[in-house]
């Protein structure tokens, strides 16, 4: 079983998606063994609680600086003894430590299909804002594997078409039921049973998808 925690620092719907998927056997090898939050007061805390997952804080307002609440958050993985990193919602940059003790098992999902608008701040309306300003036809989610503290290599994808008269919150809403909430248990399932492997910056599934 994979050892996996989830990094969460709000309302948690992709924090249920994951949990959903695991409660009805979606994410095989996978030990859902605790969920932390940058944000003592995250209903994504409430979700976990009621799912009977261990919960911790990691409160970066009581942090000087990002370095030292980085080392908190490795130091809290390295407790828990993760294999896998799932971020859901989690709104802060990882440190260089995270990256290297966890490269190519921190995953994650934004709100395009990158590398288009992977630019935009994946913890806003922006990229439906720019989707919608640039006339795209075809907006969607994307899960990837972070490195650097960014996207890195692309795991799965999933488009969603941009209707006439969408409004940023509609996009939004429509971008996270159709793809976010499936697209991030994909890739934990993917990768909880061995079926991810990165070469040269691409990822390769092995093995049939289930």
Same mark, same amino acid.
């Given at each position: 079983?994979?050892?996996?925690?989830?990094?969460?620092?709000?309302?948690?719907?992709?924090?249920?998606?994951?949990?959903?998927?695991?409660?009805?056997?979606?994410?095989?090898?996978?030990?859902?063994?605790?969920?932390?939050?940058?944000?003592?007061?995250?209903?994504?805390?409430?979700?976990?609680?009621?799912?009977?997952?261990?919960?911790?804080?990691?409160?970066?307002?009581?942090? /000087?600086?990002?370095?030292?609440?980085?080392? *908190? =958050? #490795?130091?809290?993985?390295? +407790?828990?003894?993760?294999? $896998?990193?799932?971020?859901?919602?989690?709104?802060?940059?990882?440190?260089?430590?995270?990256?290297?003790?966890?490269?190519?098992?921190?995953?994650?999902?934004?709100?395009?299909?990158?590398?288009?608008?992977?630019?935009?701040?994946?913890?806003?309306?922006?990229?439906?804002?720019?989707?919608?300003?640039?006339?795209?036809?075809?907006?969607?989610?994307?899960?990837?594997?972070?490195?650097?503290?960014? /996207?890195?290599?692309?795991?799965?994808?999933? *488009? =969603? #078409?941009?209707?006439?008269? +969408?409004?940023?919150?509609? $996009?939004?809403?429509?971008?996270?039921?159709?793809?976010?909430?499936?697209?991030?248990?994909?890739?934990?399932?993917?990768?909880?049973?061995?079926?991810?492997?990165?070469?040269?910056?691409?990822?390769?599934?092995?093995?049939?998808?289930?």
């Amino acid at each position: 079983m994979v050892k996996t925690v989830v990094l969460v620092s709000g309302g948690g719907t992709n924090l249920q998606a994951v949990m959903d998927a695991h409660l009805f056997g979606e994410i095989p090898n996978c030990e859902l063994t605790a969920v932390i939050s940058s944000d003592p007061e995250a209903y994504a805390l409430i979700r976990a609680k009621s799912a009977n997952l261990p919960t911790y804080v990691v409160d970066r307002s009581l942090f /000087a600086n990002v370095q030292s609440f980085n080392t *908190a =958050v #490795e130091q809290k993985l390295q +407790d828990l003894d993760a294999e $896998l990193v799932v971020l859901a919602g989690y709104v802060h940059g990882l440190g260089g430590g995270v990256l290297r003790a966890y490269e190519n098992r921190i995953i994650n999902v934004c709100p395009c299909l990158l590398p288009a608008f992977g630019d935009a701040d994946m913890n806003s309306m922006q990229p439906y804002e720019w989707a919608i300003r640039a006339g795209v036809k075809l907006s969607g989610a994307t899960a990837y594997f972070v490195t650097d503290g960014a /996207a890195g290599p692309i795991i799965l994808q999933q *488009a =969603v #078409e941009v209707w006439e008269g +969408d409004t940023p919150k509609t $996009l939004q809403r429509r971008i996270m039921e159709e793809a976010e909430w499936k697209l991030l248990p994909k890739a934990v399932a993917l990768f909880c049973q061995g079926q991810l492997r990165v070469e040269d910056g691409a990822v390769h599934v092995t093995g049939e998808r289930k």
